[in-house]
């Protein structure tokens, strides 16, 4: 109802909203033009322990991108590349206009702009740095659902772009790509989309284009525990030493059958996650935040979770205690021939370690979760993600210095 316009109004004119990239908020006064709503004023912080884009709320639009370095391009050509994309990226989220600009983004605030960059492995054996590539970059192992395009999957460099305004964000992937320059061509790119900020009366976990509520049990930055599931430790040594306050980010282009999906009565739907479409409750009852009963037995004797629910066979209760932070994006990219949409979700999760997070997990819903038959992972790239870059430093500056 209209109590949703007021989420969106709060902020008033000049004031300048901060937020770090883990989420804190902080007063800041300078910068760019003073939006008129906190969507716009939101300012996400470039420097940190972590880069931003990992913890930040998600934003309503996203880019991901991954480039090849071109032939010839090496170590010092990544340097200068790393440096312009840094210098970039810290301008445009503070929601300022970079040299030359396009003028896109001209009359919007910084919109809780984030860019994001990581490493695939092949870019460890364009810089000569193979030494340097740690352990948590071998690549994933295929899993029997896999129908990947290898052109829309892996990249030497991944760019994540989130904002809460399209037109911000597209003036950011113009920005990034223009960087490149002769250094690094686009090998890939994916468009996603979140709910918009104040869309709903208050903040409510996100939804998925199945219509399910997705992320209720994703790690939250208060646990205890949260930190040495999803950022690799201060004190990594050996290959794995520059990526202290890391990430390693797995991006799944996972499309959904929504035709197939669409005709499932709500009933049988919600047997496929064991939660509840209207409020994300488990189907053994409670709120959105209870915890799955996943012992609960029902008149007939199965379990009212069934087994081969999705929420049971991806808790990490069931997978010895790994956790990923699901971080994701819709996507719709039109209608095929066939009249079916090529639409779903560019999941992305985030771990400390993808043997312990993502490996695991998608091992066991590859063999069969009751999602399965209604989506197809058809790209896939896995990067290594390093720590935020302190002030003065360019991301990735402790890999190639
Ligand atoms: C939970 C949907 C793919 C891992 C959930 C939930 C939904 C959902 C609705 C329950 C709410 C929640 O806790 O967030 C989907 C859809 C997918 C998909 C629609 C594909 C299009 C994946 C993949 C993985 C995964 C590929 C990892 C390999 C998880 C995990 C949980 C979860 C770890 C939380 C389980 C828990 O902690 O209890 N998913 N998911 N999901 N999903 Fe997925």
């Not at 983004?105 to 860019?115: K, Q």
């Not at 994300?280 to 037995?297: H, I, M, W, Y």
């Not at 066991?364 to 720590?387: C, M, Q, T, W």
Request: with cysteine.
């Amino acid at each position: 109802g209209a109590a949703g316009l007021v989420v969106g109004a709060a902020g008033g004119a000049g004031i300048s909203a901060a937020v770090s990239g883990d989420g804190t908020a902080s007063a800041n006064g300078a910068g760019g033009p003073a939006a008129l709503t906190t969507v716009g004023s939101t300012e996400v912080m470039f420097h940190g322990k972590h880069q931003a884009g990992i913890t930040t709320p998600l934003q309503s639009r996203g880019h991901l991108v991954a480039f090849d370095l071109v032939p010839g391009a090496g170590r010092k050509e990544a340097v200068a590349l790393m440096r312009r994309w840094s210098a970039t990226a810290k301008t445009l989220m503070a929601g300022k206009a970079p040299g030359q600009d396009t003028g896109v983004a001209l009359d919007a605030g910084p919109s809780s702009l984030t860019v994001t960059f990581g490493f695939g492995r092949t870019f460890f054996d364009r810089t000569g740095l193979a030494a340097r590539r740690p352990a948590g970059l071998d690549p994933l192992p295929a899993f029997s659902s896999d129908a990947l395009d290898p052109r829309r999957s892996e990249g030497d460099l991944w760019v994540q772009i989130g904002a809460d305004d399209a037109l911000v964000a597209f003036h950011a992937l113009r920005a990034v790509q223009k960087d490149a320059g002769d250094a690094a061509r686009v090998r890939w790119q994916m468009n996603g989309f979140n709910r918009s900020a104040g869309a709903t009366a208050r903040p409510m976990t996100a939804r998925n284009l199945m219509g399910q509520v997705d992320g209720t049990r994703n790690p939250r930055p208060t646990e205890p525990d949260f930190d040495r599931r999803i950022f690799v430790p201060a004190g990594a040594t050996g290959a794995e030493e520059w990526m202290a306050g890391g990430s390693y980010a797995v991006v799944r282009r996972i499309r959904m059958l929504l035709d197939d999906w669409e005709k499932l009565p709500l009933g049988a739907q919600e047997k496929v996650i064991g939660r509840r479409k209207s409020d994300g409750a488990p189907l053994t009852g409670g709120t959105e935040t209870t915890e799955l009963d996943l012992d609960k037995r029902g008149p007939d004797g199965r379990t009212v979770i069934p087994d081969n629910a999705h929420a049971r066979i991806s808790a990490p209760e069931q997978n010895g205690g790994a956790a990923m932070l699901r971080r994701p994006f819709s996507f719709h990219d039109g209608i095929g021939p066939d009249g079916t949409p090529d639409a779903g979700l560019l999941f992305i999760c985030w771990q400390a370690d993808p043997l312990r997070g993502f490996v695991p997990v998608q091992r066991k819903l590859d063999r069969g979760d009751a999602l399965s038959p209604f989506i197809r992972h058809e790209a896939s790239g896995l990067f290594a993600v390093p720590g935020g870059p302190a002030e003065g430093e360019y991301v990735g500056q402790r890999l190639l210095e």
